[in-house]
């Protein structure tokens, strides 16, 4: 099988390329400095039209991979089927990540307890202990939280598999902040990985489909950028390189961004932050109520937007 480095612009874009791919992976490893994991309902997703579906679902995808090869261990194990099935996933993520993300969800926690949706006594006393084992045993990601472990503890992991999946997000790398969409927010020098580590890895464990997402269409144009050096380096050790990108420059992708941004920090925030306030927050049909609320909000924003007109 001819190995393969397949390049996305949006990371949510791998999604469409997957159903393409002749891969039955048993390991799938992701690298991300975001933990992508909000769980997707179809219903939502569909709401959104396809000009702005792909910006309004980059913090769905580690589940939506996940799901493209087997689905979640709890819905497995509800069914009575073999978890043995499952192909495994880790995440490597960057411990200042993986904090900043149980932060926001605690503060999200935080409102339902002020409105007695929940009780102080059912909170863990470790939240990064918590999210550990939520996103392991419900959805089946492992986190490896590298820095500070060493990317070379998952050689072993590697090598035991037969077919590996790569998914890399590159801002999780510290050297190419400035050439992805989305930055690690103040990252400070050691706090993410490096290309050079990567490389090291992906040598030994030789995967044999490798996706790439985030990059900015300057970055990959440039052959001087941190991106393309990477890129070089995989051609050299053999990969095949295709490009899959919907961009004519990056222009268009800071467009899409910007205005599912404004719809999510003035719409649908405010809306899970009242809801998580009613009296009934986790009561009976809840959930159902709250998704059809938000379904509804979705369709009436988007129903008087089109897609912007990309510059040359």
Same mark, same amino acid.
């Given at each position: 099988?001819?190995?393969?480095?397949?390049?996305?612009?949006?990371?949510?874009?791998?999604?469409?390329?997957?159903?393409?791919?002749?891969?039955?992976?048993?390991?799938?490893?992701?690298?991300?400095?975001?933990?992508?994991?909000?769980?997707?309902?179809?219903?939502?997703?569909?709401?959104?039209?396809?000009?702005? =579906?792909?910006? $309004?679902?980059?913090?769905?995808?580690?589940?939506?991979?996940?799901?493209?090869?087997?689905?979640?261990?709890?819905?497995?194990?509800?069914?009575?089927?073999?978890?043995?099935?499952? &192909?495994?996933?880790?995440?490597?993520?960057?411990?200042?990540?993986?904090?900043?993300?149980?932060?926001?969800?605690?503060?999200?926690?935080?409102?339902?307890? $002020?409105? /007695?949706?929940?009780?102080?006594?059912?909170?863990?006393?470790?939240?990064?202990?918590?999210?550990? +084992?939520?996103?392991?045993?419900?959805? /089946?990601?492992?986190?490896?939280?590298? !820095?500070?472990?060493?990317?070379?503890?998952?050689?072993?992991? /590697?090598?035991?598999?037969?077919?590996?999946?790569?998914?890399?997000?590159?801002?999780?790398?510290?050297?190419?902040?400035?050439?992805?969409?989305?930055?690690? =927010?103040?990252?400070? !020098?050691?706090?993410?990985?490096?290309?050079?580590?990567?490389?090291?890895?992906?040598?030994?464990?030789?995967?044999?489909?490798?996706?790439?997402?985030?990059?900015?269409?300057?970055?990959?144009?440039? &052959?001087?950028?941190?991106?393309?050096?990477?890129?070089?380096?995989?051609?050299?050790?053999?990969?095949?390189?295709?490009?899959?990108?919907?961009?004519?420059?990056?222009? +268009?992708?800071?467009?899409?961004?910007?205005?599912?941004?404004?719809?999510?920090?003035?719409?649908?925030?405010?809306?899970?932050?009242?809801?998580?306030?009613?009296?009934?927050?986790? /009561?009976?049909?809840?959930?159902? =109520?709250?998704?059809?609320? +938000?379904? +509804?909000?979705?369709?009436?924003?988007?129903?008087?937007?089109?897609?912007?007109?990309?510059?040359?």
């Amino acid at each position: 099988m001819t190995r393969r480095v397949i390049v996305h612009s949006f990371h949510s874009d791998v999604l469409k390329t997957l159903p393409n791919i002749d891969l039955n992976p048993d390991l799938i490893l992701a690298f991300d400095s975001h933990l992508d994991v909000f769980l997707p309902v179809k219903s939502t997703v569909d709401m959104f039209p396809d000009w702005i =579906r792909s910006a $309004a679902t980059r913090a769905t995808v580690h589940p939506l991979i996940r799901r493209a090869f087997g689905d979640f261990p709890a819905l497995f194990k509800a069914e009575g089927r073999d978890l043995a099935d499952l &192909p495994r996933m880790i995440l490597v993520v960057p411990k200042v990540s993986f904090i900043q993300h149980v932060s926001e969800d605690m503060e999200k926690i935080s409102d339902l307890v $002020a409105s /007695g949706s929940i009780s102080p006594d059912q909170l863990s006393d470790d939240p990064l202990e918590t999210m550990t +084992e939520y996103l392991s045993e419900v959805l /089946g990601i492992e986190p490896f939280v590298s !820095p500070p472990k060493n990317l070379m503890k998952l050689v072993e992991r /590697g090598k035991a598999a037969n077919c590996i999946l790569l998914d890399v997000d590159i801002d999780y790398f510290q050297e190419m902040q400035t050439e992805c969409y989305t930055p690690m =927010r103040n990252a400070q !020098p050691g706090q993410l990985g490096w290309t050079t580590q990567a490389i090291r890895l992906i040598h030994k464990i030789k995967p044999q489909i490798i996706t790439i997402s985030e990059a900015k269409i300057a970055a990959i144009k440039d &052959p001087n950028s941190n991106f393309s050096k990477m890129i070089n380096q995989l051609e050299r050790m053999g990969y095949k390189v295709t490009y899959k990108m919907t961009f004519k420059n990056d222009e +268009e992708a800071q467009q899409l961004m910007e205005i599912y941004r404004e719809f999510h920090e003035n719409v649908l925030k405010p809306l899970h932050h009242r809801q998580r306030f009613e009296k009934d927050a986790l /009561g009976t049909n809840a959930f159902e =109520r709250q998704l059809a609320e +938000e379904n +509804e909000v979705i369709r009436q924003y988007f129903t008087h937007l089109s897609k912007p007109k990309a510059r040359a």
